[in-house]
């Protein structure tokens, strides 16, 4: 017969508690997807040197951007996480440039009562050759995520910290932010949504782009 002693019924309980949270999170997150990838990206498309409409790519942000501070037809900048590749061949190696220009800011009120900012993606310098583009962004995610706080979880975070790098991992380390209609990045209710400098924005290609 086992006997729970109070030690073990608060293990127990913690358990639970985290388990509880973990569930809870996991429905509130919109977009659910792997973390983000540890290799090349591949390029599936017919056409040689071409990049085709729907392609994501996963670009770094160089600056940070806030819907409390931005402003419409602010520029911004952005690099590319991994290389572009097709049949074997390199078409955008990693670190190249992406050009981006916030094309809507909502600050939140009492209507809309939560921030937004909206991305567009309008260029794409590959070797020193500048190429316009069509892209948005699908998801946001935090740099690093579960990789980089694998070292301090647990040490002194308490309940709270554990819960929410274990599940910042989980999630693919999204941002506290919904992506909406049109690319829009949307805070979570009362509150401006803030870039900081190193978030990583996945992008969604809405026209061909041909890189040679």
Request: aromatic letters at 2%.
């Amino acid at each position: 017969m086992n006997i729970r002693t109070p030690r073990t019924m608060c293990t127990f309980a913690l358990v639970g508690a985290l388990a509880t949270a973990g569930c809870g999170a996991t429905r509130e997150s919109t977009p659910t997807t792997a973390p983000l990838p540890p290799g090349p990206a591949q390029v599936q498309s017919s056409e040689r040197g071409v990049i085709p409409v729907g392609q994501e790519l996963d670009v770094r942000l160089q600056s940070s951007l806030s819907s409390e501070t931005s402003t419409v037809e602010q520029r911004f900048e952005a690099t590319t996480l991994v290389d572009l590749m097709q049949d074997g061949r390199v078409l955008a190696p990693a670190g190249s440039i992406v050009r981006g220009v916030v094309s809507g800011v909502k600050r939140p009120g009492r209507i809309e009562r939560a921030g937004s900012l909206t991305l567009s993606f309008d260029q794409i310098v590959v070797r020193g050759r500048e190429i316009p583009m069509r892209a948005m962004a699908t998801q946001v995610f935090e740099s690093g995520g579960i990789r980089e706080e694998t070292g301090t979880i647990g040490a002194g975070a308490g309940v709270g910290g554990v819960v929410g790098g274990i599940l910042g991992g989980v999630k693919g380390a999204i941002l506290g932010a919904v992506i909406g209609a049109g690319g829009a990045i949307a805070a979570t209710e009362g509150k401006d949504v803030h870039l900081p400098a190193g978030s990583i924005i996945r992008i969604r290609f809405d026209t061909a782009v041909n890189v040679g």
